[in-house]
């Protein structure tokens, strides 16, 4: 688990690396802002593309789109969801509970929030899975 010696910074920095390289290798996306944050067992995932793409865009014109590209992109995220808690686990050394994905089609991000099994404040041990 991830220990007093591991820093809410080094978490953070550790599930940014892990979810960007998910997104560029399984996802195929590409984001030029990530915000991540760790509340205890929490931790919020912000994507933020760098450039639209064109057809998301026109499909997202319309209410019968935007449903469209909201369930291909869950689609797609829950065919991979257990490739980025493998991910994630590795580079902090804690289990993942649950990955929850949405998507904001207007502003073109992406958030993921991560349950960790335990809070970050009672981890005792720190195991490193490079």
Do not use: W
């Amino acid at each position: 688990m991830i220990g007093a010696g591991v820093n809410k910074a080094e978490v953070e920095y550790a599930v940014m690396l892990a979810v960007l390289d998910f997104q560029t290798e399984f996802m195929k996306s590409n984001y030029s802002r990530v915000q991540v944050q760790v509340v205890d067992e929490l931790i919020e995932v912000t994507l933020t593309r760098s450039a639209p793409i064109p057809a998301e865009e026109e499909l997202a014109k319309s209410p019968g789109g935007q449903t469209l590209l909201r369930q291909f992109h869950q689609a797609l995220f829950d065919s991979c969801r257990e490739l980025l808690r493998v991910k994630i686990e590795r580079a902090i050394g804690a289990k993942v509970e649950s990955i929850i994905s949405d998507l904001d089609l207007r502003a073109g991000k992406s958030t993921l929030l991560i349950r960790l099994q335990e809070s970050r404040t009672v981890s005792t041990a720190c195991t490193s899975n490079s």
